[in-house]
């Protein structure tokens, strides 16, 4: 997946698991990072859940925030 397949994307929110692969790193590392409120994007941890919001790791990832 690439930041271009985000763009696309019709989804509000993004998995661990997407926003892994356009930075090329483990998704479980995502996770961890949420746990632990060190990742630098928006993001949503419901229970042990994270939840991504598209436009808003879009913006990180252009450096609009």
Known sequence: M???DIKKSPA???TPAQVAA???LNPH???ILAA???LPFP???SGN???IPREGFIK???GKQ
Do not use: G
Request: charged residues 35%.
């Open 43 to 45: 993001y949503i941890r």
């Open 12 to 14: 509000p929110m993004l």
């Open 49 to 51: 859940r994270t939840h």
């Open 36 to 38: 632990q409120d060190k």
């Open 22 to 24: 356009v930075m090329r």
């Open 60 to 62: 990180w990832m252009e």
């Open 2 to 4: 690439t930041l271009e």
């Open 29 to 31: 590392s995502i996770r």
